[in-house]
């Protein structure tokens, strides 16, 4: 009997610390006698005395007008404050900026900013069960529906209660785009919340657990799209680092060329590595025009079995251009010259060989 009740106090005593060690990671640890002090009188000084001179290093501001005077002792909390972080590509935060708010600027031309930012948003939804009220691309505004947070799930092992403690929770996501469509601004509001324990629903929060709110499901939703870009990232490497199918064909102008079984975005950086392992230096290139500005440096024999004949080279050391255009799932590469002319298609057929080679091959190094 004295072991049992020995037991079972020493786990009263465990929930008891667990449960206020949950309550000092929120507020001021130490004594809060200091809410029983009174404002001291001002020093009286008599009228034949010089007055002291007094500092006002120590002086406290005044409150603003809008404070809440309730947030004090064990009512403040002494948490750090939470922020929103940036970390897709191209996305910042305005300084002094208290809402939960993040600017990104469009760095991939695949598809329009505010679609790939409302697609990771409802990517996210939908990964975590989340229901959509109502969607608006136009009015940029989306609402979702009760997002509820079981917390006895995340209880401690020693919380023996059966009250029913849940959250519930509903924001408005907006969005706001630039004119020029490639900036825009993403903005998350909690718009209603419910916290039940027991028989006991909370429905008001203090303006910076609201914040902190809004924060944290903006930044779950900025590390949804970040992770999704990752994921594209890798899936892209690896399709640049698989070889690519290539035959004779001609391009969008009827030019001799290159047709390659590859999208735009897949061939354009293949090509670059293939135009380095192949001899060539890119002196500039513009992928918005599909334009590369080439040197030619000379063969490696390894690489440009095809490309020689009883007379030499096929390639004189020289600058040459090429273009690259999209065709549908298809790329074309037409190889010109430095005045911009097509090669002839019998050109084309000679240097096809040593070209595939190259294209064809899996694991080209980057």
Not at 128 to 143: M, N, R
Request: aromatic share 10%; proline share 3%.
């Amino acid at each position: 009997m004295n072991k049992s009740l020995a037991l079972v106090s020493g786990l009263l005593v465990v929930a008891l610390t667990g449960c206020s060690s949950q309550m000092e990671r929120k507020t001021a640890s130490g004594s809060y006698e200091y809410l029983k002090a009174e404002q001291q009188a001002v020093l009286k000084v008599p009228a034949d005395l010089h007055s002291p001179d007094y500092s006002g290093d120590y002086e406290l501001p005044q409150l603003g007008a809008g404070a809440d005077h309730s947030l004090i002792g064990r009512e403040l909390s002494v948490q750090s404050p939470t922020l929103v972080l940036p970390l897709v590509a191209g996305s910042r935060v305005e300084d002094g900026n208290q809402s939960a708010t993040i600017w990104f600027d469009q760095v991939d031309d695949s598809q329009p900013l505010n679609q790939a930012i409302w697609n990771s948003l409802l990517a996210y939804l939908e990964q975590q069960g989340i229901g959509v009220e109502s969607f608006d691309p136009e009015a940029g505004v989306l609402v979702t529906d009760w997002m509820v947070q079981d917390m006895g799930e995340d209880a401690s092992w020693y919380d023996f209660s059966d009250e029913t403690h849940q959250t519930e929770r509903r924001f408005e996501f907006s969005m706001e785009v630039k004119p020029h469509g490639r900036t825009a601004a993403l903005h998350a509001e909690l718009k209603d919340y419910r916290e039940t324990l027991g028989e006991d629903v909370k429905s008001d929060l203090l303006a910076m657990q609201e914040r902190r709110e809004e924060v944290d499901v903006l930044n779950k939703v900025i590390n949804h799209y970040e992770y999704q870009i990752r994921l594209e990232d890798s899936r892209r490497l690896a399709q640049i680092r698989q070889g690519l199918n290539t035959e004779l064909g001609y391009d969008s102008d009827g030019a001799a060329a290159f047709i390659v079984n590859a999208g735009y975005d897949i061939a354009w950086p293949r090509l670059l590595l293939v135009l380095r392992k192949l001899g060539f230096d890119v002196k500039d290139l513009d992928k918005s025009t599909g334009l590369l500005f080439v040197t030619y440096n000379g063969a490696d024999e390894s690489w440009w079995k095809g490309w020689f004949s009883d007379d030499g080279e096929l390639l004189e050391q020289d600058d040459y251009r090429l273009r690259v255009g999209k065709m549908g799932e298809k790329t074309s590469i037409t190889f010109m010259n430095n005045e911009s002319k097509p090669f002839e298609p019998n050109v084309v057929a000679d240097i096809y060989d040593a070209f595939v080679e190259a294209m064809s091959q899996d694991n080209l190094d980057i």
